[in-house]
């Protein structure tokens, strides 16, 4: 543990909630005390009023706020009185609770104040920190957990036994508080779930944390419980595992109810820990925290077994429930961590940002499950109070904050010719409706085209099949399969008639606009035939399929076998569930080819302005690459859902094509 408090940017904060916003972001920095919206801090103020009457406010984190990246507005201003008399009541229901934070804030605009509000209100320091520290669940989450708490802390630490957050613990941690503390006290230990540390400045309260977690640290490593060498397994790599995992995602995202992204994370830590001998008790106990449930679920799936791991799940839910003080429906039963000796870990999500916070708290887990055995055996809480937090309204309430999910979440896209024009729209246009984007481009660019969770790019030659089935590999490993491909990649070689036309120039179009297209549609197929709502192909074709143009021989015979292979293609796989339709865009001008000097060369050839000859058609609009990526997007949405074989002009009407 080290402190990352630095004078002079603590100087640059000019008041007492900047300095709160400093050191909650220095915490949130650090992935082993807080991870994904985890911990929380406060501040007590006090504030006049536009009465001009003094007031103490607690300024807390909001709800759906990240330590890491918290601002001003992300502190919910309460009123401090109000909350130690809630402290005091015998009982307060979760809603009521909620309504009373919410009602007695001074700014409207304020988010939901934490759950843990009244907790920070009864604690008597202008400065409370709160984290889920790693090496402190860790101990924790032993069978002497406790004992080795207070041995570690003595005086300095209350310990609080484990109670769910919000108005209970507040109360506990009250009376707790008022019966233990003593001069030495800097904080208090939460038994199966954190830590909390305060001072009367931002810096005292923060450096206690850091010098705390780093007690615990230092408490592992005396007890040989830090550091592994990982056992030496190599991880395997190529399209056979990628079809597992593929079928992996299929039969999770059937058990879900709705498509997921499974990313595989095949590092040493991962396949070390899934391929243990222990690893069917060790990871079969319970998560860290029970605030981890609402993303990982209690349990991890251990191999590819996911209809046993839905009745598993099944059972555990009516087990539990009929406990629970009002009814419960059942959240879906599939998982959202795969441990698998081959695969190592996968994480599964309704997203790739999803499937990426899933990966960060299970990689974390394999430490703390792997410390906590070393010290004597892994214990998480019990099943009970796992399920009460994972069918907590207010739990569940911070992931229904995303409002209803774009048409493609969870489903996955590879673009050809992504690097610009066309395939660069087309890309644009997926990430819109949500899907996870594979880009593959001839051009280095692609790489670095996008940036975010759901996309990735990646530079290949598409006439190179062991490129392009190392390309697919890592795609589905990032993602865990594929729903939608779009063949774009394509050459358009100058004018050429026939009776000039070389053998090598003709077999070069067909390699890359045909050959390298059937290709792709091989070894995609298998992929796509796991697709969770059906695979869907989308071929860019050309208005040179039916309305050829003179000196384009090699460009509009390629473009034709293309049709008719996706016209045969639609006939094949409509039993697999895929569905493959053709566009036939033409004159789209924004794109590469199209320089203004070649434009205006072309223009004035028919003796037309630019704008005129940009618009020569029988709507005389202007057909742009987005209009085309759109539409391409469509018809892999429900509009088409009923469509398969089809060619669709989109060319602004074409009186020969009409
Ligand atoms: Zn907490």
Redesign the pocket.
């Known amino acids: 543990m080290h402190s990352l408090w630095n004078d002079a940017g603590a100087a640059a904060c000019g008041s007492e909630i900047e300095r709160r916003i400093y050191t909650s972001r220095l915490l949130g920095q650090d992935k082993s005390l807080v991870l994904h919206g985890?911990?929380?801090t406060s501040v007590k103020l006090t504030e006049q009023n536009i009465l001009g009457e003094d007031e103490q406010i607690l300024y807390v984190k909001g709800s759906g706020w990240d330590l890491e990246t918290i601002a001003a507005a992300g502190f919910a201003p309460v009123r401090l009185e109000h909350l130690k008399k809630l402290a005091q009541l015998s009982e307060l229901s979760d809603p009521e609770m909620v309504n009373q934070l919410v009602t007695h804030q001074t700014r409207a605009t304020a988010p939901v104040p934490s759950v843990?509000a009244i907790l920070h209100a009864i604690l008597p320091y202008p400065y409370v920190d709160?984290?889920?520290a790693d090496a402190i669940v860790s101990i924790t989450n032993t069978a002497d957990g406790e004992a080795r708490i207070r041995e570690i802390y003595g005086d300095t630490m209350v310990v609080i036994p484990y109670v769910m957050?919000g108005f209970d613990l507040a109360r506990l941690c009250a009376a707790r508080f008022a019966a233990d503390a003593g001069p030495n006290t800097i904080g208090m230990v939460?038994l199966n779930?954190?830590i909390f540390t305060f001072g009367q400045s931002a810096k005292e309260s923060y450096e206690r944390m850091i010098a705390q977690v780093g007690r615990a640290e230092e408490y592992l490593k005396r007890n040989k419980a830090w550091d592994f060498a990982p056992a030496a397994v190599t991880a395997a790599h190529g399209i056979e595992l990628a079809s597992v995992q593929a079928r992996l995602r299929a039969d999770i995202s059937k058990a879900a109810g709705f498509p997921v992204i499974v990313a595989r994370h095949a590092n040493d830590k991962s396949l070390a820990f899934a391929s243990r001998t222990d690893i069917s008790t060790i990871a079969q106990q319970g998560p860290a925290?029970p605030?981890h449930v609402i993303r990982t679920k209690r349990l991890p799936l251990i191999g590819r077994d996911v209809a046993a791991y839905v009745e598993g799940y099944k059972k555990y839910f009516i087990e539990i429930e009929v406990q629970a003080k009002e009814r419960k429906t059942m959240l879906d039963p599939a998982p959202r961590v795969v441990l698998d000796s081959e695969l190592g870990l996968c994480a599964v999500g309704k997203s790739a940002q999803d499937a990426g916070i899933v990966a960060d708290i299970y990689d974390h887990t394999m430490d703390i499950i792997s410390r906590a055995t070393a010290l004597g055996g892994y214990r998480a809480l019990p099943a009970k109070d796992i399920f009460d937090v994972e069918y907590w309204d207010l739990e569940q309430a911070k992931l229904r904050k995303g409002g209803k999910p774009l048409p493609f979440t969870g489903e996955v896209a590879l673009v050809t010719g992504a690097a610009s024009g066309i395939g660069k729209a087309c890309v644009e246009s997926l990430l819109a409706r949500g899907a996870a984007v594979v880009a593959l481009d001839l051009a280095a660019s692609v790489v670095s085209m996008k940036s975010g969770a759901n996309f990735l790019g990646l530079q290949c030659d598409l006439t190179d099949e062991a490129q392009f089935k190392q390309a697919l590999v890592q795609a589905v490993e990032k993602f865990g399969g594929l729903d939608m491909l779009v063949l774009n990649a394509g050459i358009f070689p100058g004018g050429c008639r026939i009776d000039s036309l070389k053998t090598e120039e003709w077999q070069k179009v067909m390699r890359i606009n045909l050959d390298a297209n059937l290709m792709l549609m091989r070894e995609c197929h298998a992929f796509m035939k796991l697709a969770p709502c059906g695979g869907r192909v989308v071929v860019i074709g050309s208005k040179n399929v039916p309305a050829p143009g003179p000196g384009a021989a090699a460009y509009s015979a390629s473009k034709a076998a293309l049709n008719q292979l996706a016209r045969v293609a639609a006939l094949e796989w409509g039993s697999d569930n895929i569905r493959i339709n053709s566009l036939h865009p033409n004159a789209v001008f924004d794109t590469g080819l199209w320089t203004p000097e070649v434009l205006a060369a072309r223009a004035k050839h028919y003796g037309m302005s630019v704008e005129e000859y940009k618009t020569n058609n029988v709507l005389k609009t202007e057909v742009t690459s987005r209009d085309v990526a759109e539409l391409t997007a469509e018809m892999c949405g429900p509009l088409f859902a009923k469509t398969t074989g089809a060619w669709l002009p989109v060319d602004g009407g074409n009186d020969r094509v009409i």
């Open positions: 985890g911990g929380n843990e709160h984290t889920h957050p939460l779930h954190g925290t605030d």
